[in-house]
């Protein structure tokens, strides 16, 4: 089976144009930002350059521990997979992960959570982030 994991490959050639988040919101067919999985923001400045946010793909991931309803189900090679009907909308999932890569739907009520599509990779034009696949 093959496994997909994103990473954050040089943070240092990221100049903050945020491609990456349009790009991974056009997955739900959607304009803008809000639906993102993956988030850029500065690190107070652009002298002092961005921080990029996306989920790790954690072997053993806080967030689904926290889950009540088994919403959040562990992904071979790491990470999770969201089932949305399960999901109650407690965002406990989102205090749970120590990275802040569980963002919230506000519309939806539900996270929002990375598919390790790879879409977002192939939109930087920095080349700061990586889909790095593998066996298992």
Not at 7 to 36: P, Y
Not at 66 to 87: F, H, N, Q, S, W
Request: hydrophobic fraction near 35%; proline fraction near 4%; aromatic fraction near 6%.
């Amino acid at each position: 089976m093959e496994v997909k994991k994103l990473s954050v490959v040089d943070v240092d050639l990221c100049v903050g144009c945020q491609c990456c988040m349009f790009a991974c919101t056009r997955r739900f067919a959607e304009a803008g930002l809000s639906k993102s999985a993956i988030h850029v923001r500065s690190a107070g400045g652009v002298e002092r350059g961005f921080v990029v946010t996306v989920c790790r793909a954690c072997s053993d991931p806080p967030c689904v521990k926290v889950c009540p309803t088994e919403a959040l189900k562990p992904r071979i090679g790491g990470g999770v997979v969201l089932d949305t009907y399960k999901c109650i909308g407690c965002q406990n999932c989102v205090k749970a992960c120590s990275i802040g890569a569980v963002f919230w739907d506000e519309e939806l009520n539900k996270p929002i959570i990375c598919t390790y599509c790879g879409y977002c990779v192939e939109f930087c034009p920095h080349e700061v982030l990586k889909l790095e696949v593998g066996g298992t």
